[in-house]
Each structure stands twice: as structure tokens, then as C-alpha cells.
């Protein structure tokens, strides 16, 4: 079956603006998750959504980013007012359920870039 | 808290050799551990991942990897290198919270 897909694939902006970020996710898969990967470092938690409850918003960095989720289907990650230091690649992963062993499944990223 | 180490940045191995990529975790407790290879330009791919029982996990592609308690650790190990093994691998461990806490990675680069 299709993965989990995002655009768009390459996104540049200007210091300031604003910019959308869209996540489709797995069909059938309840949580969505949104992560965020520096150039040569790991990935960072940004936010996470299960089903119809509450997102966990603890790992967005300031109130410019938000996000949000239609549903158990696509969700759009927002940033508004971008600033240099958040050029990076913003990746969207998808799990079945919330267990912890449930694997989340990633799709192939927003590679952000702010002039 | 939970966190992850991969105390390689960069890993050399000839084509054919054994390799193995280094992860360490810090967990409060059971930890649920997994394995991500990222390709150029391409999301991370879902290897494998230790959740409970045999401590010598199989994956995709040969790879598999062995839980160790005692040393609180979870390498990546494949028996023979592939030149397409090449790549950056995460570790990455969960424990309370849904989302997962992800290593530094460390780049694989096999030799013909």
C-alpha cells in the first residue's frame, strides 16, 4: 500500500514569511507524528496526534510553530514568521496505534530552507 | 528521562566484512528499542525493533540486532557488507511517551 507522503518535497522562503508543511499519512493509521532533523543531527519530537484526543505539543520549539490534523487523515505543520535557524528537514511518520510497540513509518521529508 | 547514544559518527568497513553500528540507551524502565536506515534524499525505513523476548532481533535487508540488558545496549550488526549498505543509521528508544528519542546517527560508508 502507499506510505506516508508529504509536500511539498523542497520548500525555500524568505526570513519572515510564513509556510505549510502537509503530511499524508498511512490510510488506517490512528497517530501522526511530526519531527524535525538539523543538518547532521538527529531527529527532534515536535508534535504528536492521536485520533480525536488532545495533540501532544511538548516538543515544539516556540509558539510560531503549530500545527494541526483533519480527523485520522492529513495533517499541515505550520511555521509561521520562519527564521534562519529553522532550515531543516521536517519529517512526518505515521503508526497504527499509540502502544509502544507500535512502529511508526516515515515519510520521505520537507527539506525547509530559510534565506 | 530516555535517551539514546551512537558513539560513531562515521563507520568504515570493507565490502563482505562483518559490521556492526553502536547504540546505547538510557531508559527508567522496559525499554522498546528500534533500528532506522536513512538514504540520500529519502526518509528513514524502518529496519527493526526489540520489544520483548529473544534478545537477537531480525530485520530487513540481513540486518538484525542484539539487545544486551546488562550493558544496556543495541547494536546493528549485519554478517557481510554491502556496498548498498551505505547510509546513515538511528537508533532510537521509547519508553512512557509515544514519541521516540533518536541517537545522533552514524554514516555507513562500506567499501568496494
Known amino acids: 500500500g502507499a506510505g506516508v507522503s508529504q509536500s511539498p518535497s523542497n520548500k525555500v522562503t524568505e526570513k519572515g514569511k510564513d509556510v505549510e508543511l502537509r503530511c499524508d499519512p498511512i490510510?488506517?493509521?490512528?497517530?501522526l507524528y511530526w519531527y524535525r532533523q538539523r543538518l547532521g543531527q538527529g531527529l527532534e519530537f515536535l508534535i504528536y496526534?492521536?485520533?480525536?484526543?488532545?495533540?501532544?505539543k511538548s516538543g515544539l520549539p516556540s509558539d510560531r510553530f503549530s500545527a494541526e490534523r483533519t480527523g485520522e487523515s492529513v495533517s499541515t505543520l505550520t511555521i509561521q514568521r520562519t527564521q534562519q535557524e529553522d532550515s531543516a528537514v521536517y519529517l512526518c511518520?505515521?503508526?497504527?496505534?499509540?502502544?509502544?510497540?507500535?512502529?511508526?513509518?516515515f515519510g520521505p521529508g520537507t527539506r525547509l530552507t530559510v534565506l | 528521562a530516555q535517551s539514546v547514544a551512537q558513539p560513531e559518527d562515521q563507520v568504515n568497513v570493507a565490502e563482505g566484512n562483518p559490521l556492526t553500528v553502536k547504540c546505547t540507551y538510557s531508559?527508567?524502565?522496559?525499554?522498546?528499542l528500534f533500528w532506522y536506515v536513512q538514504y540520500p534524499n529519502r526518509g528513514l525505513q524502518f529496519l527493526l525493533k526489540y520489544i520483548t523476548g529473544d534478545n537477537l532481533v531480525k530485520g530487513s535487508y540481513g540486518f538484525e540486532a542484539e539487545f544486551n540488558k546488562s550493558q544496556t545496549s543495541f547494536h546493528l550488526k549485519k554478517p557481510s557488507a554491502l556496498v548498498s549498505d551505505s547510509a546513515l543509521y538511528f537508533c532510537?528508544?521509547?519508553?512512557?511517551?509515544?514519541?521516540?528519542?533518536f541517537g545522533t546517527g552514524t554514516r555507513l560508508t562500506v567499501i568496494p
Open positions: 532510537a528508544v521509547r519508553e512512557g511517551a509515544n514519541n521516540l528519542f
Open positions: 531508559v527508567s524502565g522496559n525499554p522498546y
Open positions: 496526534f492521536q485520533g480525536n484526543s488532545a495533540p501532544d
Open positions: 511518520a505515521s503508526s497504527y496505534g499509540i502502544t509502544r510497540t507500535d512502529t511508526q513509518y
Open positions: 490510510s488506517g493509521h490512528t497517530a
